[in-house]
Structure formats: structure tokens, C-alpha cells
């Protein structure tokens, strides 16, 4: 009896480390070049692979923009509500082989995420290599 309850504890233990070193959950976006909060992205688990979308867009000049400058079938669609992360794959203590939209230039970025610590995400897209690129940090929403 004292071994099942030992192991129960050991693997809630495991479970909370676990859980608490993920990225899934909604993250809080600033600009990087003003500091402003920008927006609410949400990151979820799918078939093995993370993605986050855009749930809420905080400046109340950004409410309701479309993206008129995003390729594809993202072209005029409305921001809030857009995937904006993909395919991000786990890789050790970080994710990446990723790409990242940029809906306010249109352009997709190579991109990885790693955590900081529970409550802070970095997120760095580039071209090429890793070198030739942008971090922003994302804060994580309570």
C-alpha cells in the first residue's frame, strides 16, 4: 500500500513538471518596438505538433482589421482568429521547424519558441538561419 501511494505521488510529481514545462495555453503578445500589449494567442497541441492562433486583439485600433497583406487563403481574412503559429515540432528543451506569420507585414518566418520559465515564452523567427532574425517575448496569461 505504501509503495502504490509513493508511485501515485511520484507520478503526479511527473505530471505537474510536465505539464508546467509546455507551451500550451494562451500567451500575452507585446510589440517589441513599442511595448504596447498587442494581442492574446492561444497555443494548442495537434497531432504532435504546436500551433497558436490569435484570440483576441487588445489595441482598439486593431479590432477588426482584416489581413490584407497575408499570402494565401489568410489574404482579407480577419486577424482575430488567424493561425499565426505552425507546425512548431518539439525538439529537446525547445520547439522548432516551425513558421510564424506576421500579420502586420504578410511576410512567414522560419521559427522556434522556447521557454524562459513557466510564465515566459521567447519566440524568435528568421530567415535562413537563426542568426538573421527577430525575438519577441510572450508573457503567459493567468
Known amino acids: 500500500m505504501k509503495k502504490q501511494f509513493l508511485l501515485l505521488v511520484g507520478c503526479l510529481l511527473a505530471f505537474t513538471y510536465m505539464s508546467a514545462q509546455s507551451p500550451v495555453g494562451t500567451w500575452k503578445t507585446v510589440d517589441d518596438e513599442t511595448g504596447k500589449e498587442k494581442s492574446y494567442v492561444e497555443i494548442y497541441e495537434q497531432n504532435g505538433k504546436l500551433y497558436g492562433k490569435i484570440t483576441e486583439l487588445l489595441l482598439e485600433e486593431d479590432k477588426g482589421k ?7 487563403k489568410k489574404k482579407g481574412q480577419p486577424v482575430q482568429g488567424m493561425e499565426i503559429l505552425m507546425g512548431m515540432e518539439t525538439i529537446k528543451d525547445y520547439w522548432g521547424n516551425g513558421k510564424i506569420l506576421d500579420p502586420k507585414s504578410g511576410k512567414v518566418y522560419k521559427c522556434f519558441i522556447e521557454l524562459e ?3 515566459k515564452l521567447k519566440v524568435r523567427g528568421y530567415i535562413g538561419f537563426s542568426l538573421l532574425g527577430r525575438t519577441q517575448y510572450w508573457y503567459r496569461v493567468k
Open 66 to 72: 482584416m489581413c490584407d497583406v497575408c499570402p494565401g
Open 117 to 119: 520559465n513557466d510564465d
